[in-house]
């Protein structure tokens, strides 16, 4: 995916609160470039969390062109594989601590069945591959 040019280059960053007149928080990159709101006025807790995320999001879209991101489909198959990419840590995770737990029960005589769950785990995460 191209690099887009044309917007502000991240991180962003939340770069402080203003109460003067209508509070908001101020969202920054090198230079002031959003103030956030809440719905309702004064809603300090509100008003963070929507700067937290769009600080989270535009940082996480650094290097996805706004074409990209503007087409429904790129953004769910990413959703997809993060997902997919979630489940597989999970799945490892499981397999290393089953072999840690055995491991530190000192138990060599299962050493087939800590065999079986690294293959196991290895299968999975290379798809099936040898």
Known sequence: MSLNLHH???PLRIAGRETRGLPHTLVAARTLLFRVYSEAYGDFDQE???ARRLVACWNACE???TESLERSDVLSG???LLRRLETQ????LSALRHIE???MADEPRD???IAQTARTAIYIA???AA
Do not use: F, H, Y
């Open 63 to 65: 290097g996805i062109s």
């Open 48 to 50: 963070t969390e929507n």
């Open 126 to 128: 290379t798809g099936g």
């Open 78 to 80: 990413m959703n997809q």
């Open 101 to 103: 737990g055995v491991a």
């Open 111 to 113: 050493l087939p069945g």
């Open 8 to 10: 502000t280059p991240g």
């Open 89 to 92: 840590r999970d799945e490892l």
